[in-house]
C-alpha cells in the first residue's frame, strides 16, 4: 500500500481505538501526541523500503534493514510489534503510554492494509510464511483507491459519533 493510505489508515484506527479502548479523555497536547504517534507508527514498518517516506528519513537505517532482512519481513511482524512494546516500555518519558499506544496502533494498521495486497507479510518472521487476507490488491491500484476512501469515511464517520452521538 501506498504511504498516504497507511497514514489513512493509522489516523482512522486510532480513532476507533480512542473511541472504543481510551476511557480517559484527553486534552489538545495529549491528543496531538498520540494521533502523532499512530501517524508515525503507521509509516514505521516501511522502513524496510529505501523509498518510502520513513526510509527516505532514516537513509542508513532503511539501507541497513533492507540490506539485512529484506522487503516486508522483520518490520511487518510480530516480532516488530513486540520490539516496539519493549522499547517505549523500558523508557519511561512524558506521555510515554500514549506514544505507546499510538505507535503500536499506528503499526497494526498498517499490517492489517499490507496483509490486502498481493505479497501479503511475513507476519510470523523469521518464520518466511506470508500471510494474506482472502480479499487483496495491487498496491496503487483502483483497489487501494477505494479502500482509501472507505477509511476516510469511516474515520469521519467516528470523529461525528465521537462529538454528536
Ligand atoms: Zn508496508
Redesign the pocket.
Known amino acids: 500500500?501506498e504511504g498516504k493510505t497507511?497514514a489513512i489508515g493509522g489516523i482512522c484506527l486510532g480513532i476507533a481505538t480512542q473511541s472504543y479502548y481510551i476511557t480517559q479523555s484527553m486534552d489538545a497536547p495529549e491528543t496531538i501526541v498520540y494521533y502523532g504517534a499512530c501517524l508515525l507508527g503507521s509509516l514505521l514498518?516501511?522502513i524496510c523500503?529505501p523509498g518510502s517516506w520513513t526510509g527516505r528519513r532514516a537513509r542508513v537505517l532503511s539501507k541497513g534493514i533492507s540490506r539485512f532482512f529484506g522487503h516486508?519481513t522483520i518490520t511487518?511482524s510480530i516480532l516488530f510489534i513486540l520490539l516496539i512494546y519493549w522499547l517505549t516500555s523500558t523508557f519511561s518519558f512524558q506521555y510515554d503510554e500514549l506514544v505507546q499506544t499510538g505507535l503500536l496502533v499506528g503499526i497494526v494498521s498498517?499490517l492489517l492494509l499490507?496483509a490486502m495486497t498481493v505479497r501479503g507479510?511475513q507476519l510470523f518472521y523469521p518464520i518466511t510464511i506470508r500471510v494474506r487476507f482472502p480479499m487483496y490488491m495491487k498496491t496503487a491500484s483502483k483497489a487501494e483507491g477505494i479502500v482509501s476512501s472507505i477509511l476516510v469515511l469511516s474515520a469521519l464517520f467516528l470523529i461525528y459519533k465521537q462529538l454528536f452521538a
Open positions: 500500500m497507511h514498518p516501511d523500503h516486508r511487518h498498517h499490507d507479510i
